[in-house]
Nanobody, 123 residues
Framework: VQLQASGGGLVQAGGSLRLSCTAS????????IGWFRQAPGKEREGVSC????GGSTSVQGRFTISRDNAKNTVFLQMNSLKPEDTAVYYC?????????????????????WGQGTLVTVSS
């Protein structure tokens, strides 16, 4: 069971990046997926999450989370990036939830974590 986050890189302020979180060894269909980030010297914080039935929560209005179950992947589209968005971004899975109606949260519920992908936003 593995999650792989990818898509990070160096971007100028105001630019965009799309992060991907791909699962191997299990299907994401019944899992809530969360994106978290940790900047140097700071605590990890939740960014966005999406439930198994597609309901989502984003702390940042500039970020949009989506899922493509056919590709076993969840995406985080980040627009209008700011230098303060610089961090290592992690994806995590919470579940499985076989009955609909679960509302995702950005707490300690997540069972599986991927390695991070570094996003650097230059000013």
């Amino acid at each position: 069971v593995q999650l792989q986050a990818s898509g990070g890189g160096l971007v100028q302020a105001g630019g965009s990046l799309r992060l991907s979180c791909t699962a191997s060894g299990f299907t994401l269909d019944y899992y809530a997926i969360g994106w978290f980030r940790q900047a140097p010297g700071k605590e990890r914080e939740g960014v966005s999450c999406i439930s198994s039935d597609g309901g989502s929560t984003s702390v940042q209005g500039r970020f949009t989370i989506s899922r493509d179950n056919a590709k076993n992947t969840v995406f985080l589209q980040m627009n209008s990036l700011k230098p303060e968005d610089t961090a290592v971004y992690y994806c995590a899975a919470d579940g499985p939830y076989y009955i609909g109606g679960h509302v995702c949260r950005l707490g300690d519920e997540y069972n599986y974590w991927g390695q991070g992908t570094l996003v650097t936003v230059s000013s």
